[in-house]
């Protein structure tokens, strides 16, 4: 195996771990909720009001967090992470590509904060949501389930770009690029699989 065929296949490597460690983790949470909303949903005389609560509140969560939270922030800069991750290797942070990706570590000190304190407030609504009666909680539950799908599948449709070289528009905000203008985000992307040409498997 020639070594420009070794390093791409090094690459597309870090970036897969990174980014289906991200997928893996949101498929786990959509089963998860998605199997309770269902039992519930399935097995409970829902009221006229409740019925509309569920579908208004499905359009709001999805809208809301699967295409502005997942969709036009969240999955591109996973993406972008994990691709720049590939470009600029060191053992802890590919051996936590996942948490890399999620801008868990490795960040700049906005972003991480912004990150740490998403995930605080998922937290506590996880807790307030818990205490709900049934019928409520299900369809909680049922609506962050959409949400959480259509931001994993918009993800591994930024994840198809980046890897075929096309930008994805956002910086992967780690520290080193903190200070870049905002226009050099999309060429960061592209030098993720420019550098040696589109990854190949």
Do not use: K, N
Not at 12 to 38: D, K, M, P, S
């Amino acid at each position: 195996m020639s070594p420009p065929l070794r390093e791409r296949r090094r690459r597309l490597a870090v970036v897969l771990w990174g980014v289906l460690g991200v997928v893996a983790v949101l498929v786990e949470a959509i089963y998860r909720l998605g199997t309770l909303a269902v039992r519930i949903l399935t097995t409970h005389a829902f009221t006229t009001g409740q019925l509309i609560l569920l579908a208004a509140w499905t359009v709001v969560i999805v809208y809301f967090e699967g295409y502005r939270g997942f969709q036009q922030r969240f999955s591109p800069r996973v993406v972008a992470r994990a691709l720049h991750l590939a470009e600029h290797r060191r053992p802890l942070h590919v051996a936590l590509a996942p948490l890399y990706c999620m801008a868990l570590l490795h960040a700049t000190r906005r972003r991480l904060i912004a990150t740490w304190a998403l995930i605080a407030g998922i937290v506590a609504l996880i807790l307030l949501v818990r205490q709900m009666p049934a019928p409520y909680r299900a369809i909680v539950d049922a609506g962050v389930a959409l949400a959480l799908a259509w931001g994993t599948v918009s993800i591994l449709v930024y994840l198809a770009r980046g890897l075929a070289g096309r930008p994805l528009g956002i910086t992967p905000d780690v520290p080193e690029a903190a200070s870049r203008p905002t226009g050099d985000a999309e060429e960061l992307a592209r030098q993720a699989v420019q550098a040696s040409g589109p990854f190949e498997p």
